[in-house]
């Protein structure tokens, strides 16, 4: 038995993103997404980041407890922090641990990536935004960011009219089975 005292589930789970036979094997869960920044940003490119976290703040986000509905990134001396995002205080924890929901927390990425997206950043027009927030073999918590390009009002018009026509399309092939 471990020493948590807990015991281990030997069962693989499948492999979510890379695939032959040494491929280590990664149970992942959702705790938040951010519908909105599809809405609002085009995607351009993705990049999976680590969150530093209080201990009260890791319950929390195991709970569910979490939002990245206004959250953005910025890079500020060196340094990627993610600004807005509410992470309750978790009910468990004593009054000692406990934390600002909406305090800024750092991300934690390689210099070389933080230097890339600290261009794009000062280019006119891109911004760094959080996707979702998810837990990886119930250790780690990570945060998918991607940069992004704000929409005008006219593509964000023709992604809901796109959305419209797609869904009466389902309707109607439903309606003829």
């Not at 976290?53 to 569910?64: H, M, P």
């Not at 998810?134 to 959305?163: F, M, P, S």
Request: hydrophobic content about 35%; some cysteine; aromatic content about 4%.
């Amino acid at each position: 038995m471990p020493r948590s005292g807990r015991k281990v589930d030997h069962h693989p789970s499948p492999p979510t993103s890379r695939q032959g036979p040494d491929a280590k094997r990664r149970t992942v869960v959702d705790v938040a997404r951010n519908r909105r920044a599809r809405f609002d940003y085009e995607i351009l490119e993705k990049l999976e980041c680590g969150v530093a976290l209080l201990g009260a703040e890791v319950k929390s986000i195991r709970a569910g407890r979490a939002s990245l509905q206004d959250g953005f990134c910025r890079v500020e001396r060196g340094e990627l922090w993610l600004r807005n995002a509410n992470i309750e205080t978790s009910l468990l924890s004593s009054a000692f641990d406990k934390h600002d929901p909406g305090r800024p927390r750092k991300l934690l990425a390689h210099a070389k990536e933080i230097r890339r997206l600290k261009e794009a950043q000062d280019r006119k027009g891109l911004t760094i935004v959080p996707l979702r927030l998810y837990v990886v073999d119930r250790t780690w918590v990570k945060v998918e960011i991607a940069l992004g390009r704000g929409k005008k009002q006219q593509d964000k018009r023709e992604a809901i009219q796109r959305r419209d026509e797609d869904r009466g399309l389902r309707r109607a092939v439903k309606g003829l089975q």
